[in-house]
């Protein structure tokens, strides 16, 4: 079977970048009509298939309009499966009601999309309500729908603010929350943070929490139940705003990166000879470090700075661009940011991970 699923996904990759949506079609209903499972289908293949989109942009191997067209694909291949036969005879909604969002600004809806899915192949009824779903909108659709359970979706950090909203808005209507995306960390440990009831790290755990089993690499302590009435208590989050640092960065972020763009020239010569794309991409490049510098500050654990720190530097080396330039950069910003320790702190610690691991493999998967 293993090696099924492996020749499976290689076809669909080929298909995917090809545009070939007709191929990848052909290829997911062929594997169904086997009996393939179709939650397999989804999770075990489109899955893999969207991570290597993924992978391979940030190795350089293919274009943002490649990586867009591939996740078209996989859309297309996703609603031929949910319209298979072997699907719609799961679709009976006797587990109760769903309620499916990507939180605000996250448009990266694909797993969204697959977890909707996998909830009505395990018998719930799901609202899929798509990407970026403005927080206020949120309540009035549980309320008014009388879903049993929410689940929300975030696959960037810079998310995790938009998420914190979207969870204290959606329990104060009394219903449980289940996070899940990569933007959570790939533990779930920011879900806690936040103050979610749950995290589950694909659809099948989603799926598995609801019915309360077990499922490896969910988060151990949560409740049997989570549509349960009950939140867990350990799993409860803070619900006040971050500390006096988180919003002093993210407030000057915009001047922060024009003015460490300003100056790095004096400690990089090559970018004298910069075209105005080059200075552009530059200037979105130290526009994210901030962000991410943000974010740390935002959930406290300066490891998720250092992580994008060293899958920046991958994917710059992917593109000829030494991973060193990123330390005179990131100095720039400390040099900015005198007034507050924690910054500081977690820039340096960012600088002193990159050291170690420079010349070494960069991750593919930051989160």
Partial sequence: MADEIEDLIGKIWVSAL??????????????????????????????????????????????????????????????????????????????????????????????????????????????????????????????????????????????????????????????????????????????RVLGADGWAPDGRGAAYHLAGRPVRGSVPDLTASPVSETAAPELTGQDTPPGPEYAYVAGIAQDLADSVVRHLSEHIPEMAAYTARQRSHTRDDIGHIIDFLAMSLYVTDRTLFSRFLLWTAGVLTARGVPEETLLPALDLVAAELKGCPGARETVEHGREVLRGERGRQKPRHPF
Avoid: M
């Fill in 18 to 191: 090809d545009g070939d949506d007709h191929g990848a079609i052909d290829a997911a209903l062929a594997a169904l009509d086997d009996g393939l499972p179709v939650e397999d289908l989804l999770l075990d293949v489109l899955a893999p298939v969207q991570l290597r989109v993924g992978d391979a942009w940030a190795a350089n191997e293919v274009t943002v309009a490649q990586e867009h067209i591939a996740t078209a694909v996989g859309e297309r291949v996703l609603a031929a499966a949910a319209r298979h036969r072997a699907a719609r005879a799961r679709h009976v909604g006797v587990n109760g009601r769903a309620a499916v969002a990507c939180v605000d600004g996250e448009w990266h809806a694909f797993p969204a999309r697959l977890l909707a899915e996998v909830l009505r192949l395990n018998g719930w009824r799901v609202d899929y309500l798509g990407p970026h779903v403005p927080t206020p909108y949120l309540p009035i659709h549980v309320r008014g729908s009388e879903a049993d359970v929410v689940l929300l979706s975030a696959s960037l950090p810079t998310r995790l603010p938009a998420a914190h909203e979207a969870i204290k808005a959606c329990r104060e209507t009394g219903r449980p929350v289940l996070a899940g995306g990569a933007a959570f960390g790939a533990d779930g440990r920011y879900a």
